[in-house]
């Protein structure tokens, strides 16, 4: 079935989504990384990026907080480019593990496996995959030029989060080199786990979210700059990733609830991609249990359900410029 929606309606979908959802009150922001304590509760912003590269706005969207886990799939994306999907599903995996994203059983349940580059475990091995090996100056270059050219905009880290991050991630030197055990990090295990604290700590604003959003649902070429970031054959492959574990052990009610894939951040961030159409992001820091923006969640599923739209719809999506 055809469904035709018009910027206009998305632009109003958008507005009255953020004007719903503003007020919501509950969860709490992430207090185990003293940083992200003290991030005002109050911010909030909504954006969304066409595939044809219209963009709209709304609230705090050009504040700067940290991507957190939403820099995992900017990375995995990177990985894909420098080794395939056959090498990263071989190293890495591409499972749910149905589990907290710090899990440690997660890699014991998995017969030593990371599961997935969108959980911690995943993640730092997927910074010790990143080209050139031994080079944490020339890995870091290759992750943080990624950010930009996924982004449409240049990033950079928010070094009281590196600093506060890297203070307080025994979880995560655990993982490593537990990880380590299962030859499961492919270069140095100390220089892993710092890129993967340092790619957490770089600041984004949810307008820079909604164009890499944007560039992955537009097959790989961002709308905003036209730069082909990525091949088109890996757009799916991200994706799914996305869609089977972007809310961790919560990702199969939101599919159920929202109808886009989509990743989140302790930072209060949300990306979501909705293929061919666009991009869309939300930030608001109070968490719930899980980890996961309240307020952001509640924005991309009222802008979801103010246009009707959903990923397993069956709807063959135009959207048209008044």
Same mark, same amino acid.
Request: aromatic share 8%; charged share 20%; with cysteine.
């Given at each position: 079935m055809e469904k035709i929606i018009t910027h206009s309606?998305?632009?109003?979908?958008v507005e009255d989504a953020y004007a719903e959802c503003r007020n919501i009150t509950g969860g709490k922001n992430a207090?185990? @990384?003293?940083?992200?304590a003290n991030v005002d509760s109050n911010l909030f912003g909504l954006s969304v990026t066409l595939n044809d590269g219209t963009t709209f706005n709304v609230g705090d969207t050009e504040y700067k907080?940290?991507?957190?886990?939403?820099?995992?799939?900017?990375?995995?994306?990177?990985?894909?480019?420098?080794?395939? $999907?056959?090498?990263?599903?071989?190293?890495?995996?591409?499972?749910a593990t149905g589990l907290p994203f710090n899990s440690i059983f997660a890699i014991l349940l998995e017969n030593d496996h990371p599961s997935t580059p969108l959980v911690n475990a995943g993640a730092i091995t997927a910074c010790s995959m990143v080209e050139p090996k031994g080079d944490s100056w020339g890995k870091w270059e290759a992750i943080i030029n990624n950010f930009t050219d996924l982004c449409?905009?240049?990033?950079?880290?928010?070094?009281?989060?590196?600093?506060?991050?890297?203070?307080?991630?025994?979880?995560?030197?655990?993982?490593?080199?537990?990880?380590?055990?299962?030859?499961? @990090?492919?270069?140095?295990?100390?220089?892993?786990?710092?890129?993967?604290?340092?790619?957490?700590?770089?600041g984004v604003t949810s307008s820079q979210l909604a164009a890499c959003a944007?560039?992955?649902?537009?097959?790989?070429?961002?709308?905003?700059?036209?730069?082909?970031?990525?091949?088109?054959? =890996?757009?799916?492959?991200?994706?799914? =990733?996305?869609?089977?574990?972007?809310?961790?052990?919560?990702?199969g009610d939101w599919l159920y609830t929202s109808g886009i894939p989509a990743k989140?951040?302790?930072?209060?961030?949300?990306?979501?991609?909705?293929?061919?159409?666009?991009?869309?992001?939300?930030?608001?820091?109070?968490?719930?249990?899980?980890?996961?923006?309240?307020?952001?969640?509640?924005?991309?599923? $009222?802008?979801?359900?103010?246009?009707?739209?959903?990923?397993f719809n069956g709807d063959n999506i135009t959207v048209k410029a008044d």
């Open positions: 309606q998305i632009k109003q979908a207090n185990y @990384i003293p940083f992200l907080f940290g991507v957190e886990s939403i820099s995992k799939v900017l990375t995995a994306i990177l990985v894909l480019k420098q080794k395939g $999907a056959e090498a990263v599903l071989k190293q890495i995996g591409a499972d449409g905009s240049e990033s950079q880290v928010l070094d009281e989060l590196y600093r506060s991050e890297s203070e307080t991630n025994f979880n995560n030197r655990s993982i490593a080199w537990l990880l380590k055990n299962y030859n499961r @990090i492919y270069d140095d295990v100390d220089m892993s786990l710092d890129l993967y604290t340092r790619q957490c700590s770089v944007a560039t992955i649902a537009n097959g790989g070429v961002n709308p905003i700059t036209k730069k082909e970031v990525f091949a088109k054959e =890996l757009a799916p492959k991200i994706t799914t =990733l996305i869609s089977s574990v972007g809310f961790y052990q919560n990702t989140s951040g302790v930072g209060g961030g949300v990306l979501g991609v909705f293929p061919g159409v666009m991009g869309i992001a939300a930030f608001a820091p109070p968490l719930d249990e899980a980890g996961n923006s309240v307020k952001a969640q509640a924005a991309v599923k $009222a802008v979801m359900k103010k246009l009707d739209l959903g990923v």
